[in-house]
């Protein structure tokens, strides 16, 4: 008797994180923001700015493209893996790997994902490595090479323990 209560307690706790999914929401309605801030700035001093500085505000959308993109992968693949399913024949235009992601699967997204977007701030310090300290390039090299290393280590692990996690 006790145990079927616990579990059910249990069990209903993970409605504890749908809270958080729709804190992610408005993140991404922040990101949004700066986003429209980004093109604002891009459109009204497009003229003005030299080729590099064009490319670098280019570079700070696709950074927050992606970005916004890994929050959605948060937000649908953990709803979908720790709450509730979604049907998704209720949604024509849902995505395919939405309904089949796995948390191995949620793992490597995530991962592949920030190391594309350490890559883009990489870029952004080597486009602009005339105003960028070396120490920082530095900095931004070792981060970015932590993030592909780590990226390689638990796509390993995972294969090696069988999990392909599709």
Do not use: C
Request: no cysteine; glycine share 8%.
């Amino acid at each position: 008797m006790i145990e079927r209560v616990l579990e059910k307690i249990l069990f209903a706790s993970r409605w504890l994180l749908a809270p958080l999914y729709l804190g992610l929401i408005l993140g991404l309605i922040a990101i949004l923001v700066k986003a429209g801030q980004h093109l604002w700035h891009l459109a009204t001093h497009m003229i003005a700015e030299s080729e590099s500085e064009v490319i670098l505000a280019l570079l700070g959308l696709i950074d927050l493209t992606l970005t916004g993109s890994l929050v959605i992968i948060v937000i649908f693949s953990g709803y979908e893996n720790f709450v509730s399913r979604i049907d998704a024949s209720d949604h024509p235009d849902w995505p395919e790997w939405m309904a089949k992601i796995d948390f191995t699967g949620l793992k490597l997204k995530l991962l592949s994902s920030i190391v594309a977007i350490s890559a883009i701030q990489l870029l952004r310090a080597f486009m602009n490595v005339q105003n960028t300290p070396d120490r920082d390039l530095a900095w931004y090299v070792g981060i970015h090479l932590t993030f592909v290393v780590s990226g390689l280590v638990l796509a390993l692990t995972d294969k090696m323990g069988g999990d392909a996690g599709h």
